[in-house]
């Protein structure tokens, strides 16, 4: 998603892109210097090394990864050794993660205009407690839309069968719509798109809406909370891109889907 935000606005006329790596040396945050982005040292496990790479900052864009840490082979190790869910480390991390994100805008709270904070909807209040465990959501929100790029999440992966079809099991029914996006390519639109209106607007990462029927020809395994709910857990607050009252680029998810490599899976 950073990734996103940067090729975008390294492209926009006045703006002074900044990035933020754990280790500026590799080649790839080399490539981004190449093009004009200042990067610093920063890591959201190190405390005060995140406000000294936003100071003097006037827009940020942050976000959390929860899904490293699920893969991460020591965080199942540790909550196997703890005999404890490696959902509940995860989001553990993730919490602390994000709130020295959210610490260390405030402590630049001086210069900042706009900070947008990449999250989920809170499936727990929204639902009126009805859905306790969906911590990946309530984590996010908690601190403070669905991406295409999660099909390449074990979790998400077609799974070939037996009988050569593809099975896709993910938490919500086949015919329900969904927003979709490829955060890669879009997310840097969405945040141009933000900075051109009013702060505290509470939008919703989405290109266009789809359904699983839609997007692929077997879906398995439902859950209550999407079907019920929606993605956005019918958070009156949100909005849509199509609805910000500027353009906003984003890409076709059938552009998308065309332009991945499957091998992996067929």
Known sequence: MGSSVAETFVQEHGWSVRGIS???SK???????????G????????????GKAFSGANVIFGTTDFVQHLLDPKMIAKAQEQRRSVNELATE??????KSLIDAVAANISTIDLFVLSTLSDTKGLSHGKIQYNLHFDCKWAALGISTSNWKIPYYTPRKQEDGTYKLSLPMDGEEEFPIIDPNADTGNLVK??????????????????TWDEWCKIWSRVNEYMDEFGYDGSDPTVVYPWDLGVKVKTTLIDVYLADQDWSSVL
């Open 22 to 24: 754990r280790d500026p």
């Open 27 to 37: 080649p790839s945050a080399k490539a981004w210097i190449a093009r004009g982005i």
């Open 39 to 50: 990067l610093v040292a920063a890591d959201l496990d190190l405390l005060g090394s995140i």
């Open 93 to 98: 991390h993730e919490f602390k993660q994000a």
């Open 193 to 210: 798109g933000l900075v051109q209106i009013a702060p505290s607007t509470h939008l919703v990462g989405a290109t266009s809406m789809i």
